[in-house]
Each structure stands twice: as C-alpha cells, then as structure tokens.
C-alpha cells in the first residue's frame, strides 16, 4: 500500500498557542516517521482579516521557527509557505467553479469571523474553505491532522472533492481528518466558552507556546472558573472542565486519571499551580530550541524556499490533472 500523505497548515495571524500545539502540532511531529508529510504556513489564508504587511513577514518567520523548535524536522518533512506556490490560487478557482454558494455560507467558521467584518465582509473569507480545500487536494492528502474546529473544513473539502471526481474523473483523493483523543478544542482562558485562537486579542485569552514561566503563571492563574470547588470534567462548568482538558493534554492523561490525580486537591488554586508548572516544563525544550533557531533566520528562510522548491511538482501534477478534466488550457 502507498504511504500515507499527512497535509496540515497554520496561519501566521499571531503567536502559536497550546490549542494549535496539542490540538495539532504535536500530532504532526510524532506522526513524521510514518507518511509523506507536508506541512504549510498558510499565508493566504492569514489575508482573509486585517494584515499589517510588515508584521505578517514577521509572523511568516516566526510561525516557521516555532515549527522547526516544536520537532518538525526538514530531514522527514516538507515546511513551505503557501504563496511560494502558485497553484493554491489556481486550484481555488477551479473549486470554486464547483462548489455552491450555501455550502460556504453554513460554516462556523465564516459566521464567527464575518461578525467581526460586520457590514463589509471581505469574498476571501467566504471562500476561505476553497482554498483550504485545495491546499489538501494539491498534494493528495490522506491524513489532515487539525483541532475540532476544522473538522467541517475538512468535510467540505471531501465533498468537493467527490463533485469533482463525479463530474470530471477521479482526479482528487478523499482525505480524512486525524483529530487527537486529546487537547483537540482548547478553550480560551478568559472566556472557557470560546475557543481558544491567534487572533483574539486579551494578554490573558491564550497561552503562547514561547511565553515565559511568568506570564504563563499570569494567564492559568487568571484564568476564569466558577465558585465550586468539584475537580471534575461538567459541560456545565467549562472552566475547570479546560483546565482539565489543559492537563490531559500536557500530561498524556485519560479524563478519569486526570480526575482521580486530583481528587485530593482542595480546590481550583490547586489545580491551577500544578497546571502551570506541567507546563512551563512541557515548554522548556521548545522555548530554548526557538532561542538557538531565532538567530539564524537565513537559514530557516533557506529551507522555507528548499519545502515550497520539493513540493511544486506535486502541486503542479494535479492542477494540470485538474486543467484536463475540466477541459481548459492550451
Ligand atoms: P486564527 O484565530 O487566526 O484562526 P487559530 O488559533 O484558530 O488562529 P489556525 O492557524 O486557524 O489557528 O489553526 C491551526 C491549527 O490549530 C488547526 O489545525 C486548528 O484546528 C488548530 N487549533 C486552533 N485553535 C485550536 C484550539 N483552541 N484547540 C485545539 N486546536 C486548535
Ligand atoms: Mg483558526
């Protein structure tokens, strides 16, 4: 049987957070030994909000090194930022000659963030899912490894895929979401209803995967929960319920051992304290790998350039296979 191709991307909308770490990250660095592995700064999806140019070249960067210290290792993987590679607009048009208006409407996604575009929101980020869905296509992906939140993406990009491959031939490959048993939807520790993202603002919204000891002291410290004193996972109480989740993750612990580990606490301050040390820990390697890899950028750069110049011919093999179908070019 072939290998697997494991596709995923991260948007350079602001610093890296434990959601995309345990949510999908960490899958992508211990699943490198067994398939192809592609993974992707997604530039021009970052586009569909409000960009400061300079600050996103920077993030572009940085997004890159957070990568590379987290494990992504050059040797078995390809890291590439999207625009490098012209065919993901190209095949975006192509979906989007396929796939219908309400499809797009209906994802979560889109409503949440084209409330904040109130008035005047932008085609990109309607579209957004096209050109998440051709990011996939492109490299005939089997696995996207990706937090819950996507999983509708990916659904929509099966189902494109399939009115394509009915109308044309059977040009795409059917991919499937890997989501991880844990950490898959880590919520915000200001507001334990809401998902935790890049590109909410608030000093104690997130914790960032290069923040010191002190502020990721800060953030799980202040983070909200109710009056009760119960450790225990309750769709009721959402904020120790993500904390909870939080420790899972980090400690590779089931639901019930995390409850039974803290039976004995006498409180939420308890679990809190022990939170923040797991992972100030659980960080160290990745912060102090960033330090040494930061002060090279040239290098990075270089092997950003060296991912887009290996994965182009996979991508181009499949917009012209799509070209075909449809009957257009030369
Ligand atoms: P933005 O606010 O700009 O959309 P984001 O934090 O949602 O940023 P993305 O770049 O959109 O991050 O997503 C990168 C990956 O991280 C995706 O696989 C996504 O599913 C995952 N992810 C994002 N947020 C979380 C979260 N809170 N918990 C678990 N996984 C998450
Ligand atoms: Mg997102």
Request: charged share 20%.
């Amino acid at each position: 049987m072939a290998r697997p191709v494991v596709f995923s991307g991260i948007q350079p909308t602001g610093s890296i957070h434990i959601g995309n770490y345990f949510g999908a990250i960490k899958q992508w660095v211990t699943g490198q030994d067994d398939a192809e592995n592609i993974f992707c700064l997604v530039d021009m999806h970052a586009l569909t909000v409000p960009q400061d140019p300079a600050a996103l070249r920077a993030q572009i960067l940085e997004t890159a090194t957070v990568l590379l210290a987290a494990g992504i290792d050059p040797a078995k993987s390809r890291l590439f930022v999207q625009s490098d590679v012209r065919e993901h607009g190209e095949l975006t048009w192509y979906l989007s000659c396929v796939a219908a208006m309400g499809q797009l409407g209906r994802m979560t996604q889109y409503k949440e963030k084209s409330e904040a575009q109130r008035g005047e929101v932008r085609v990109g980020l309607f579209a957004y899912p096209l050109l998440m869905a051709a990011d996939i296509l492109l490299y005939r992906t089997t696995h996207v490894p990706v937090g819950e939140d996507q999983k509708q993406h990916i659904e929509l990009t099966r189902d494109l895929a399939q009115r394509f491959n009915a109308a044309y031939g059977g040009v795409f490959v059917l991919p499937e979401p890997a989501i991880p048993a844990a950490g898959a939807r880590i919520m915000g520790l200001d507001d334990p209803t809401k998902k935790m993202s890049k590109s909410v603002a608030g000093s104690y919204h997130a914790i960032r995967v290069l923040d010191p000891p002190e502020q990721i002291r800060k953030a799980v410290m202040s983070a909200q929960t109710d009056s009760g004193r119960e450790i225990r996972i309750d769709p009721a109480r959402p904020g120790v319920t993500n904390l909870l989740a939080i420790y899972m993750a980090a400690s590779g612990t089931s639901a019930a051992e995390a409850e039974a580990h803290f039976a004995g606490a006498r409180g939420y301050g308890d679990v809190k304290k022990e939170l923040v040390d797991l992972l100030v820990e659980t960080l160290r390697p990745l912060r102090e790998r960033y330090a040494e890899l930061a002060a090279d950028p040239a290098t990075v750069h270089e092997l950003l350039c060296a991912g887009a110049d290996a994965v182009r011919p996979i991508a181009r093999a499949t917009a012209d296979a799509a070209k075909r179908a449809m009957g257009v070019g030369s």
